[in-house]
Antibody
Framework: EVQLVESGGGLVQPGGSLRLSCAVSGFTVGSTYMSWVRQAPGKGLEWVSVIYSGGSTFYADAVKGRFTISRDTSQNTLFLQMNSLRAEDTAFYYC???????????WGQGTMVTVSS | EIVLTQSPATLSLSPGERATLSCGASQSVSSSYLAWYQQKPGLAPRLLIYDASSRATGIPDRFSGSGSGTDFTLTISRLEPEDSAVYYCQQYGSSRWTFGQGTKVEIK
């Protein structure tokens, strides 16, 4: 079964760091584009970052220089390292698989990140 | 960055009625790079339409997508109570993905 399961969310102080994980099953994490998408409470969807099958990475302007997307094919897992966190980073974070480039056909259940003192 | 604007913000219709949701782009979008999603409260988004008009796996045929260039439409031909949700359009371009702000569909 194709499935994505996020973990690693929680409460962190402004300026702190957090690492999100997305465990992939049913396909290989390196075989397709994978993205992180976030949703602030009561708000819409915001694309955060993508890693291409070839390894290239891209980021939304709001997180560039602070967040790093990566993957580990031996663990079949996608990661999002989030540094210098701000209150405006508070959101549900979803990992998603691309079909094959533009649309996101498989989503995880999400993990909540709260940045607050 | 291409900005997507969805209208209306909220749509309130009765079961069996037709819903027409619009998505306008600030620049031309390739039809291959336009998708629609449904999101119900507390759940992750679900892909409905990709390549502007292709239904994703398991999506009922009452959902259809159309359009090109800067104007795209999601149509729900006969509303069912379970179609109550927020619907988002999304585009890809220049290694960036953007979403519209969403249209909330309420079933009377």
């Amino acid at each position: 079964e194709v499935q994505l399961v996020e973990s690693g969310g929680g409460l962190v102080q402004p300026g702190g760091s957090l690492r999100l994980s997305c465990a992939v099953s049913g396909f290989t994490v390196g075989s397709t584009y994978m993205s992180w998408v976030r949703q602030a409470p009561g708000k819409g969807l915001e694309w955060v970052s993508v890693i291409y099958s070839g390894g290239s990475t891209f980021y939304a302007d709001a997180v560039k220089g602070r967040f790093t997307i990566s993957r580990d094919t031996s663990q079949n897992t996608l990661f999002l390292q989030m540094n210098s966190l701000r209150a405006e980073d508070t959101a549900f974070y979803y990992c998603a698989r691309h079909k094959p480039k533009a649309a996101l056909d498989i989503w995880g259940q999400g993990t909540m990140v709260t940045v607050s003192s | 960055e291409i900005v997507l604007t969805q209208s209306p913000a909220t749509l309130s219709l009765s079961p069996g009625e037709r819903a027409t949701l619009s998505c306008g782009a600030s620049q031309s979008v390739s039809s291959s790079y336009l998708a629609w999603y449904q999101q119900k409260p507390g759940l992750a988004p679900r892909l409905l339409i990709y390549d502007a008009s292709s239904r994703a796996t398991g999506i009922p045929d009452r959902f259809s997508g159309s359009g090109s260039g800067t104007d795209f439409t999601l149509t729900i031909s006969r509303l069912e109570p379970e179609d109550s949700a927020v619907y988002y359009c999304q585009q890809y371009g220049s290694s960036r993905w953007t979403f519209g702000q969403g249209t909330k569909v309420e079933i009377k």
